[in-house]
């Protein structure tokens, strides 16, 4: 996995993602590093990226610890629990996600991360 993702919220909470080898990925490389208002749903961190990406959306079920693009916000998201269209604890998405990794450390932090909270994400190769 070549992309490591360092997500550093305005509360501490830091967060490292792997995201797999995508070459619509470069974009955000090329953008690095940038900020953005984080958003909570129930257990699922999301933000709006600066640019674009042409990627389609696979399934709205993930796992704990997924992380993946949103086509219909432009948004990277980080599932860490049950959101609200979940029936147990696993997390289901809102609509059609492309997932694109994991998060490698900080998951059990991501519970500290407030709503509209400021993030700083820093896009590198591995």
């Known amino acids: 996995m070549p992309y490591i993702v360092s997500l550093d919220f305005s509360s501490g909470v830091r967060v490292i993602c792997e995201l797999v080898d995508e070459p619509e990925l470069e974009k955000l490389l090329e953008n690095s590093s940038f900020e953005a208002k984080a958003e909570r749903w129930g257990d699922e961190v999301y933000f709006e990226l600066p640019v674009k990406l042409e990627l389609k959306g696979e399934r709205t079920l993930m796992e704990v610890g997924e992380v993946?693009?949103?086509?219909?916000?432009?948004?990277?998201?980080?599932?860490?629990?049950?959101?609200?269209?979940?029936?147990?604890?696993?997390?289901?998405?809102?609509s059609k996600v492309k997932p694109l990794g994991r998060v490698i450390e900080g998951l059990s932090r991501l519970k500290d991360v407030s709503n509209e909270e400021l993030?700083?994400?820093?896009?590198?190769?591995?």
């Open 119 to 126: 993030v700083r994400v820093s896009v590198k190769r591995r």
């Open 68 to 94: 993946a693009y949103w086509p219909d916000g432009n948004c990277l998201c980080i599932f860490f629990g049950p959101t609200p269209m979940s029936r147990d604890e696993q997390p289901v998405a809102y």
